[in-house]
């Protein structure tokens, strides 16, 4: 007996609707495993500071403005070269040597509600604001900042070389902000162990919870100097964690 057309159609379907689930289970196996492979290649690759996350040092208690707080203190850099190396260690370990870069770490932590000392050692050079705002202090204790020693309110928004702006994410404190502009180090050859300012500023840390910080001084490429560094983890930008 002959088969039918409609017969052996109906055959070839019933085989093909079983090929179907298969080859499409197939197809998603084979794509979440590409997927899975790319995010842990792109993750090994990640930058992570040589030396992590920088807590805080406590230093005792202080009183500011009537109120006694816990008073911690943080110490960083800002570099002009990120492949550089500060006493034998890596600043940015495979970073981009035309990069400018803020070291040792991008990560650090404070406690909630304290008063929070910082010391930014700055060796790069600089230029021009893209707005001179942010050539002006804000949100230190008493609007200053030191700058070897002696006290400003601003810098030349025309010779600044970074910026560290610190915003809270969304919802954990919405009334703080902190700016505090990095005067550029003049002359032609800066180096990760040569000349720089030494700036020392106090702030009051604000609720627990996580803040970013940024550079605003456009010291990258492209995108009108908001590329390349500016837009890459681990040079111009990471968190402050208020704990
Ligand atoms: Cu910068």
Known sequence: MGVSGDEAASGNR?????AKPLG?????????VFVVAIGVLFHERTYKSPSGLQVARSVGTVTVNGVTMPHVTLH????????????????HPHGNPSWPVYGMTNVFQVPAHALVTVTVNQYDSGGSL????????RGTVGGVMRVDGRLV????????????????APGVDPGFFLNVPLPAVGGTNQSDNGPHHTVVFSFISGNKGTYAWNCE????????????????WGYMSGFLYVV
């Open 217 to 232: 001084y456009p010291c990258g490429t492209m995108v009108a100097g908001f590329g390349g560094p500016m837009g890459t």
């Open 14 to 18: 019933a085989v093909s609707a079983k």
């Open 153 to 168: 309110h601003a810098i030349n928004p025309n010779a600044t070389a970074h910026t560290f702006t610190v915003r809270a």
């Open 24 to 32: 499409l289970l197939l197809t998603l196996v084979i794509a979440i």
């Open 130 to 137: 893209n707005n001179p705002w942010f050539a002006t202090v």
């Open 76 to 91: 960083f850099a800002t570099f002009p070269d990120s492949t550089g190396s500060v006493n034998g260690v890596a600043i």
